[in-house]
């Protein structure tokens, strides 16, 4: 199985970085293909927990390879406190991390001009990473890339011409000061000594890798409905998390992926704006924040909380490609008296055949539910899929039947082994 993609199936933090970290047991590569340090993927290992926002979930084995490919936006600062963090944790990462010398930096402008925008009435409520000005900035070709840290004079020249420009938006729209050019080009100039060890053709790499028959793991970061194309626009991220983005963020052929493995939680959430159409806003949602301790990796922020919508996940499975799914914090449902999931949506009293594109729509849309009775009953503990409740395993069944995909795990906890494989 050369290529396996893991996607988040909804709005991002679905579990990818538990579930990424228990698959790369049995691969050789994991590979991060978009986004950046907007991500926060936890990896719960015994009594100790990480939160990972750039290097690849498979870090914590030591037989993985580890990749940051073209298509992420790289915050030097970000990625040199991150393998900091784990040297001093005692994580060795040496010859394991390999990042793309065509991703293109985050500078600190980037972060500036996402924090300005968020003052406007219009905010999308983003992480504050700089994601979508770096993102803009790759597109309008005007982007620096990690290549142009390892030649000063390219990157001083590139430096000045971008800031330059930026300096206009920042004192003439904005009324801010001026960025100081010199400051930015030394600090940055700073990283080369320390990044260059990393840096490489990682496209060239990971199609060797093919070649000689390795297994790799494609990590996904935020989930497809934040995806810039196919997610509830604007209220989305930058990039594509979607499925296809693994290719052209990594450099690799489409023929290479053979599995697209959707991380589902077993309820909704969503951080930041935009349409959330079974978002609860009473005490359930309060209850599944507390129980599901849902708040950012990354922001800290409370995440909005909400039923679990088959429309929405329906919808996510097609766009991806989704060959089967993994349906994460089964166990956070445990104590609900009845778990109500969405099942169609309505507007003007007809049904929609399809999830809407548009914000408007989604927004005026009501959610039919059908209810299921709970377990009452701890899961954490169960290990094969008999062992769990009845209640249980007609849950799991009937999210598969209701979006047309096919359950290969559910997790019952953050840690490794509390997972049941239900089809090898
Ligand atoms: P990611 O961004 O998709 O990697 O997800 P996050 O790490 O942001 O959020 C998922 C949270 O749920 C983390 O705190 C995980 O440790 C935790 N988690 C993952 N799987 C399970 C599970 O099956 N049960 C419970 N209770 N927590 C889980
Ligand atoms: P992981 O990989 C959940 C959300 C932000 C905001 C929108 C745009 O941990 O699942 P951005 O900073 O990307 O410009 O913000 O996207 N967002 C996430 N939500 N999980 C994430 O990553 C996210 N990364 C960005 O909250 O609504
Ligand atoms: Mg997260």
Redesign the pocket.
């Given at each position: 199985m050369p290529v396996q993609v893991i996607v988040?199936a909804q709005w991002?933090?679905?579990?990818?970085?538990?579930v990424v970290d228990m698959l790369s047991e049995r691969a050789d590569i994991v590979a991060r293909y978009q986004g950046g340090a907007n991500?926060?993927?936890?990896v719960?290992i015994g009594e100790k927990?990480y939160?990972l926002h750039l290097i690849p979930?498979g870090i914590f084995h030591n037989h993985i390879t580890c990749v940051i490919g073209n298509g992420v936006v790289i915050d030097p600062a970000a990625l040199m406190s991150e393998i900091g963090q784990l040297q001093q944790a005692g994580i060795n990462i040496t010859g394991r991390l390999l990042v793309s010398h065509n991703a293109h930096l985050i500078m600190p402008y980037h972060k500036q001009l996402d924090s300005i925008r968020e003052q406007s009435s219009n905010k999308i409520g983003t992480t504050g990473r700089g994601i979508g000005p770096a993102y803009i900035d790759k597109f309008m070709r005007v982007g620096i890339r990690i290549v142009d840290l390892l030649d000063r004079d390219v990157l001083a020249k590139k430096l000045k011409a971008s800031i330059e420009e930026k300096n206009q938006i920042f004192t003439k729209v904005y009324g801010e000061t001026k960025i100081d050019v010199d400051a930015i080009i030394a600090e940055y100039q700073e990283f080369d000594k320390k990044i260059d060890e990393y840096i490489t053709d990682t496209s060239a790499y990971l199609n060797q890798a093919l070649k000689e028959g390795k297994k790799i793991i494609a990590e996904g970061a935020q989930g497809a409905l934040l995806d810039v194309d196919h997610g509830t626009y604007p209220y989305v991220t930058s990039s594509n998390p979607t499925s296809g983005g693994a290719c052209t963020g990594l450099g690799i052929p489409p023929t290479s992926v053979t599995d697209v493995v959707g991380?589902v939680k077993a309820y909704s959430t969503r951080v930041g704006n935009g349409p959330f159409p079974t978002e609860l806003l009473d005490n359930t949602g309060e209850r599944l924040r507390t129980l599901?301790?849902e708040f950012g990796?990354t922001t800290g922020r409370p995440r909005r909380c909400g039923s679990f919508d088959a429309v929405a996940l329906k919808y996510s499975a097609l766009i991806n490609g989704i060959s089967r799914t993994v349906i994460?914090?089964?166990?956070?449902l445990d104590a609900f008296d009845e778990i109500n999931v969405c099942v169609g949506y309505e507007l003007n009293g007809k049904r929609l055949k399809s999830f809407p594109s548009d914000v408007k729509t989604l927004e005026q849309i009501h959610p039919v539910y059908e209810t299921f009775p709970g377990w009452k009953t701890p899961i954490s503990s169960a290990r094969t899929f008999s062992e769990l409740p009845a209640a249980t395993r007609s849950y799991v069944q009937a999210l598969a039947d209701l979006t047309d995909t096919k359950t290969w795990i559910v997790?019952?906890?953050?840690r490794r082994d509390?997972t049941i494989v239900i089809n090898q």
């Open positions: 988040g991002g933090d679905e579990g990818k970085g538990k991500a926060g993927h936890t719960c927990t939160i979930s991380i599901g301790h990796a994460t914090k089964l166990d956070v997790s019952v906890g953050p509390q």
